[in-house]
């Protein structure tokens, strides 16, 4: 028996091919959109792919599952909860799978989502791993407000978190100490809040050391749980709804796109939509295009972009060469949004400039800047960098940035870089130029409340 765990770093997501070695056999549990790695694996092993295993319609990325199916043949199992309308077959708890000496079972697991299985693996009758999808992660558990706005599988989030407490203690604190634990999220991810870095655990150490496993009433754990979840982005129901009905091969999607040298080449090009650039901040600083995001390659590219971007609305996407357009190509459509790309265009300037920041001016002169803070919630009320700024996450910006000052040059800061960049970017275009906007950038690691900074 083998378990090979797959990961998509930029979404810090895992998927898995459960082994058979007597039967040359595998199962994959929640794989990703991009299903090339998947079928290597098997050919690179001699493996015939057995099935599909969806522990539920996940919310922050796409599925290739329908697409394995249709090149494979695998029959795709998940929960009758989901009402999935691609081919399938219910998996749910009192079925299992037999894949040579190896069971697998599913566990009926609400909390994350009200149709959350997870797997158990058996190995000659003894229970071995157990792989956990959204319900339990290594120091966590699973957040249960995502299907709030899920339309055909709306269900509120104090009735999840209920659901949550029952399903950890019925049904995982009671496996084996030494089972090991596979989620389907690591550290980074939108889906819990205080993921530990490690890639897998077992069940007696998260019973030592996870929060979510500690002993407290049902009242307490639903506080706990709702308390400081992370921002949803706005394409979390829209992948949820995707994954239910399953979608057209990647590949098939990206063959429609035209890539070109400029948007000169486009045919009734689109003033009003706007151009994600990827390019580096440097570059896009020196010169872009007009109605320009700059939302970097080196970063939670994905989630930005289906944050600030809304499902279905169109967008030119932009980058500095061909090779990095088939890149991010790539990688919008781990959410879906491939399909919302109008063209993709190599860019290597433009005629909109930002301005670039004298950070020791800025030092010196505090007072003469509206400050903008477009961190996350949790990260604002840990505290401010700089007590006089404005805090609007940048979640959120796109629809309030009228609320920022004018009379005075603004400047963004978040906690790295990423985030003012885009939200530099962002203010710059919806004000057309009309006040001098300025990315702190990296540059915010040299300021911190330490300093006492003052209002002035």
């Known amino acids: 028996m083998q378990i090979k765990q797959f990961e998509d770093k930029n979404l810090s997501q895992y998927s898995y091919a459960v082994v058979s070695d007597c039967e040359k056999k595998m199962i994959l549990i929640d794989p990703a959109r991009t299903v090339q790695p998947y079928l290597d694996f098997a050919q690179q092993n001699g493996l015939q792919l057995a099935g599909i295993i969806e522990t539920h319609p996940h919310a922050d990325f796409v599925s290739g599952h329908l697409e394995l199916h249709r090149l494979t043949g695998a029959p795709v199992y998940t929960s009758k909860r989901v009402d999935a309308t691609y081919p399938h077959q ?58 709030e706005g899920a339309s055909k599988m709306h269900t509120k989030r104090e009735e999840l978190a209920g659901q949550m407490f029952h399903s950890l203690r019925e049904k995982l604190m009671v496996l084996h100490d030494d089972v090991v634990v596979y989620p389907a999220h690591g550290a980074g991810t939108l889906c819990g809040k205080s993921l530990g870095k490690e890639s897998s655990s077992t069940i007696g150490r998260e019973k030592q050391t996870n929060w979510s496993l500690q002993p ?86 994905e989630t930005w972009l289906g944050s600030i971007i809304r499902p279905g609305e169109k967008f030119y996407l932009a980058g500095e060469n061909e090779e990095q357009l088939q890149r991010m190509m790539k990688r919008a459509g781990s959410i879906g949004y491939e399909t919302a790309i109008i063209a993709a265009l190599v860019v290597t300037g433009g005629g909109v400039k930002e301005a670039t920041m004298d950070v020791a001016r800025f030092r010196r002169h505090i007072d003469k800047y509206t400050i903008v803070d477009v961190r996350n919630t949790p990260e604002v009320k840990a505290g401010k960098i700089f007590p006089g700024s404005l805090a609007i996450p940048l979640a959120e910006l796109r629809n309030r940035v ?55």
């Open 216 to 301: 407290a009433s049902k009242a307490e754990f639903v506080e706990n749980l709702l308390a400081d979840q992370p921002f949803v982005p706005q394409y979390f129901p829209y992948a949820v709804e995707l994954n239910r009905q399953g979608v057209a091969p990647l590949a098939e999607n990206l063959s429609r796109i035209a890539v070109l040298e400029s948007e000169g080449q486009i045919n009734g090009f689109d003033k009003t939509a706007w151009i994600v650039d990827t390019r580096k901040g440097e570059a896009f600083k020196n010169g872009h295009l007009p109605h320009s995001v700059n939302l970097m390659e080196d970063g939670k590219f």
């Open 402 to 456: 009228g609320e920022i000052p004018t009379d005075k040059p603004i400047v963004v800061h978040c906690a790295g870089g990423y985030r003012s960049a885009a939200a530099s970017s962002l203010i710059h275009s919806k004000r057309n130029g009309s006040v001098t906007v300025l990315d702190l950038g990296e540059a915010v690691k040299e300021f911190s409340q330490s300093e006492k900074l003052k209002e002035q």
């Open 90 to 147: 219910s998996f749910d708890e009192g079925q299992s799978i037999r894949l040579g000496k190896i069971t697998l079972s599913a566990l009926f697991t609400p909390g994350h989502s009200p149709d959350s299985i997870c797997i158990l693996l058996a190995h000659d009758g003894k229970q071995k791993a157990v792989f956990t999808g959204d319900t339990l992660f290594v120091g966590d558990c699973g957040r249960p407000d995502l299907r």
